[in-house]
């Protein structure tokens, strides 16, 4: 089947029609305006006033090829090659995951429970473990423009994903190349105490792979998906020990959880010494955020 002509109408006819069967219809929309935002810079109370008009035949080859890979469940955002977070866009692709929204809530607790020091441009120094495409501390620094933001990642192609993110936003992250279960950085003259340590590392038991979709399987990177049964905690575990050396006096550290895990990781950090722990629910209801303090 081909898309009828070059309108507007007819690829949007085409869009959905195709996909029918594979997606939910709301996910369906929600690709589509996202294409026509990034392919013709069209916002999407556009794509009905402008139905008629046609697009050129590149435009409509780059619909045909997203199309293609969305019926093989390759993600709208790899696609593309862009997500939005917070209010900002990322560049991403097959080394970094793809910025979920509890990542977002993470972020904006983050600010909340720091709304003060912010108001009084107190230079708070934090510390992003596991950054990916570098959405966490980014956004922070875009938020916190006085603090002193670094971040790691095991992954150098990861790493230069995250330093293009900061150039594209507009701000100054310092990005290390470093493995957290045997930590370089940590443990040398140039790391410093820090207010804030932040992590959503990999959390997902190879056993759980049966249950997830095949579209994060296929394309996300499982380095940063998938931890061994045997100790589903092990980065929580270490990122907590690091926390204890380099946090300073009423020191705080956020984590995104696996929602199976919460009562145990809560445990953990309570039996490490961390005060005021608090298990914190997602908008879906879900216990996916873990805090605590020095």
Do not use: W
């Given at each position: 089947?081909?898309?009828?002509?070059?309108?507007?109408?007819?690829?949007?006819?085409?869009?959905?029609?195709?996909?029918?069967?594979?997606?939910?219809?709301?996910?369906?929309?929600?690709?589509?305006?996202?294409?026509?935002?990034?392919?013709?810079?069209?916002?999407?109370?556009?794509?009905?006033?402008?139905?008629?008009?046609?697009?050129?035949?590149?435009?409509?080859?780059?619909?045909?090829?997203?199309?293609?890979?969305?019926?093989?469940?390759?993600?709208?955002?790899?696609?593309l090659?862009?997500?939005?977070?917070?209010?900002?866009?990322?560049?991403v692709?097959?080394?970094?995951?793809?910025?979920?929204?509890?990542?977002?809530?993470?972020?904006?607790?983050?600010?909340?429970?720091?709304?003060?020091s912010?108001?009084?441009?107190?230079?708070?120094?934090?510390?992003?473990?596991?950054?990916?495409?570098?959405?966490?501390?980014?956004?922070?620094?875009?938020?916190?423009?006085?603090?002193?933001?670094?971040?790691?990642?095991?992954?150098?192609?990861?790493?230069?994903?995250?330093?293009?993110?900061?150039?594209?936003?507009?701000v100054?992250?310092?990005?290390?190349?470093?493995?957290?279960?045997?930590?370089?950085?940590?443990?040398?003259?140039?790391?410093?105490?820090?207010?804030?340590?932040?992590?959503?590392?990999?959390?997902?038991?190879?056993?759980?792979?049966?249950?997830?979709?095949?579209?994060?399987?296929?394309?996300?990177?499982?380095?940063?998906?998938?931890?061994?049964?045997?100790?589903?905690l092990?980065?929580?575990?270490?990122?907590?020990?690091?926390?204890?050396?380099?946090l300073?006096?009423?020191?705080?550290?956020?984590?995104?959880?696996?929602?199976?895990?919460?009562?145990?990781?809560?445990?953990?950090?309570?039996?490490?010494?961390?005060?005021?722990?608090?298990?914190?629910?997602?908008?879906?209801?879900?216990?996916?955020?873990?805090?605590?303090?020095?």
């Amino acid at each position: 089947m081909k898309i009828a002509s070059n309108k507007i109408n007819d690829v949007v006819r085409f869009f959905r029609q195709e996909l029918d069967t594979l997606y939910e219809k709301e996910e369906i929309e929600s690709m589509m305006v996202f294409c026509f935002e990034v392919y013709l810079s069209m916002k999407r109370s556009d794509i009905s006033l402008r139905g008629n008009e046609t697009m050129s035949e590149s435009e409509l080859l780059k619909f045909n090829f997203a199309i293609k890979d969305l019926k093989k469940f390759r993600p709208i955002q790899y696609i593309l090659g862009y997500a939005d977070f917070y209010k900002l866009k990322f560049k991403v692709d097959e080394h970094v995951l793809i910025p979920r929204p509890e990542t977002e809530e993470l972020v904006d607790l983050i600010i909340k429970d720091h709304r003060s020091s912010i108001l009084k441009k107190q230079d708070l120094s934090i510390m992003d473990i596991g950054t990916g495409s570098g959405c966490i501390p980014i956004a922070l620094k875009k938020n916190i423009p006085d603090a002193n933001v670094s971040s790691l990642d095991i992954s150098a192609e990861a790493i230069d994903i995250a330093k293009y993110n900061s150039e594209l936003n507009g701000v100054e992250v310092e990005f290390i190349v470093d493995n957290v279960l045997n930590s370089i950085y940590f443990n040398s003259e140039f790391s410093t105490a820090l207010d804030i340590i932040v992590s959503n590392p990999p959390y997902i038991c190879f056993s759980e792979k049966e249950s997830m979709h095949q579209n994060v399987l296929d394309y996300e990177p499982h380095l940063a998906l998938f931890v061994n049964d045997s100790d589903p905690l092990l980065f929580y575990k270490a990122i907590a020990d690091l926390a204890l050396k380099k946090l300073k006096p009423d020191g705080k550290i956020y984590f995104e959880i696996n929602q199976a895990f919460g009562l145990e990781s809560k445990y953990m950090l309570e039996s490490k010494g961390f005060k005021n722990v608090e298990l914190l629910k997602d908008i879906s209801n879900n216990y996916r955020i873990l805090r605590g303090s020095i």
